[in-house]
């Protein structure tokens, strides 16, 4: 399974109401949305959309996202996001595989580059997945509540899956 978040940008509305769906991070207005697909970019199972404020690891956490996927006994693969998600212990196997970051002072060896090369290339159909979704226009019209636009992308992806299993 392969985990990534994207921000879906939506119309933006002036006001205070409006101000926890502003993304510093890519500087729009627009909700946030977490999704589990498979190795052939199926969009499996959609989160349910958070204002664009939210970071994709805290909505992980808030969901129990790693609880749930250790008790059905799967793992995902992350982007660098995700690093620090998993806090399992040494005894269970990781629930959320992410590459390696670097640091100022500390850059990342040959066999780490090799590493987060590989799983860069294990993790593009995710990316697929999430153009499908958006590819829907009235994603980009929603100026409503995030629980209406929970609605809205779960009837969505049951389209999506529909018309990319054509």
């Known amino acids: 399974m392969l985990l990534d978040g ?35 970019g199926r969009l499996l199972r959609v989160s349910a959309a958070r ?29 660098l996001g995700f690093v620090g998600l998993d806090d399992s212990g040494p005894d269970t196997g990781p629930a959320v595989i992410t590459g390696y970051k670097a640091a100022r002072n500390r850059p990342l060896t040959r066999g780490q580059k090799l590493s987060n090369t590989a799983l860069a290339a294990v993790r593009a159909p995710v990316e697929h997945g999430f153009a499908h979704l958006k590819n829907w226009r009235v994603l980009g019209k929603v100026r409503t509540d995030p629980t209406w636009a929970t609605a809205l992308v779960r009837a969505l992806l049951v389209l999506t899956n529909r018309e990319v299993s054509r």
Do not use: F, M
């Open 6 to 40: 994207t921000l879906i940008r939506t119309r933006r509305r002036s006001g205070k109401e409006n101000r926890k769906n502003y993304s510093g991070k890519s500087k729009s207005h627009g909700l946030l949305v977490i999704a589990l697909t498979d190795d052939r």
């Open 51 to 79: 204002p664009g404020r939210t970071s994709e690891i805290t909505a992980c956490r808030h969901d129990q996202l790693t609880a749930k996927l250790l008790a059905a006994g799967l793992g995902a693969i992350a982007d």
